[in-house]
């Protein structure tokens, strides 16, 4: 049973698409998918297990994203997740790092379509929330069309039948993950031919999106869209989305009320131990674009790592941004 929508959805980011950044984010849209960090196998069934799959209930919905290749560990962590309360597993098929390659994590998959297929057939033999899968059009050496429909079939007959194409080809030498994200050419074209091939997907276009008239203009030929940095560098672009993308009336929304709701969240993770530059090092980008953005940034990205009264600060920076 596939419930989740996937319209617009917030794409897993190591380091940074953590639980304190999911909360945050949940404050300004209700309806974005937010997908969590990749957690490895090996680190969820062998390390803090309670630490990678801690989520808050307000996030939903919420998807783990998983990194590995050995189908029973696979089963194990999805089943994990389904037991955590998460809403999706998502396979990372996508990420170009050599340190995960070594490990056959990530794009390097795309190599091997039968060992996705068996892993993803052992996902979700083990659970009712559904399976997906976050890969590229292709990797140096087997970037060939045929070769990604040769990939997404075979996964396809697994019963996966939803899928996210970050529309550029990784290059597993000599490109580090970042280039990766920006040097091998964004082809949207490529995507839209293998939503055209493959017309019962449910696929998920994701890569190079700033903006939600261009996510409009791609839910024409695609189900959904998925946005990682900009969402990220620029949050407040969430504020338009229940409205725009999924036709919920527009809230009455301000950065400063996000920032009023943010705070008790704040206060409790400081009451139990926490530093306050956990989650407010996610929140720098709610200013961008607008009058003050840099002192904001200045305040709680500097000043308060050199502070004892670390809500003094915070309320400092949101009262900058009053009226706004
Ligand atoms: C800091 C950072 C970390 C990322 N970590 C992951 C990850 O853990 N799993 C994954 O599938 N993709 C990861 N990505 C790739 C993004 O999910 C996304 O595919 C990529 O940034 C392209 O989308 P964008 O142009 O909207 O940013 C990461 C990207 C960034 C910037």
Excluded at 90 to 113: E, F, K, T, W, Y
Excluded at 223 to 252: C, T
Excluded at 287 to 313: C, H, N, V, W
């Amino acid at each position: 049973m596939n419930t989740v929508n996937r319209r617009f959805s917030v794409a897993p980011m190591m380091d940074w698409t953590d639980a304190h950044c999911r909360y945050f984010l949940r404050l300004i849209s209700k309806r974005a998918l937010l997908y969590s960090e990749m957690v490895t196998t090996g680190a969820l069934i062998h390390g803090d297990s309670a630490r990678f799959l801690r989520h808050a209930d307000c996030e939903h919905p919420v998807a783990l994203q998983l990194g590995g290749s050995n189908p029973a560990d696979l089963a194990i962590c999805t089943k994990m997740a389904e037991v955590a309360g998460f809403d999706e597993v998502n396979l990372n098929v996508g990420c170009p790092s050599d340190r995960v390659q070594n490990n056959m994590i990530g794009a390097c998959l795309m190599a091997h379509p039968q060992l996705v297929t068996d892993c993803v057939k052992h996902m979700q033999d083990a659970v009712q929330i559904p399976v997906t899968v976050k890969h590229r059009i292709g990797i140096n050496g087997r970037d060939s069309y045929a070769e990604l429909c040769d990939f997404v079939g075979s996964v396809q007959e697994a019963g996966c039948t939803s899928f996210t194409v970050h529309a550029r080809i990784a290059i597993l030498e000599g490109l580090s993950p970042k280039e990766n994200r920006d040097i091998p050419p964004l082809r949207y074209d490529i995507a839209a031919q293998l939503k055209k091939d493959f017309p019962d997907l449910e696929l998920i276009l994701n890569g190079g999106i700033k903006t939600l008239e261009e996510c409009t203009e791609h839910l024409q030929t695609f189900d959904g869209v998925m946005i990682g940095r900009e969402a990220y560098h620029n949050p407040w672009l969430l504020s338009k989305v229940d409205h725009q993308l999924f036709g919920d009336a527009q809230l009455e929304i301000t950065r400063t009320s996000i920032l009023e709701q943010l705070r008790p969240y704040l206060v409790e993770h400081m009451a139990q131990g926490g530093k306050a530059p956990h989650i407010t090092r996610h929140i720098l980008g709610l200013a961008q674009g607008f009058p003050g953005a840099r002192r904001f940034r200045q305040l709680l990205s500097a000043d308060i790592y050199k502070t004892d009264e670390p809500m003094r600060i915070y309320d400092k920076a949101v009262e900058g941004l009053e009226g706004r």
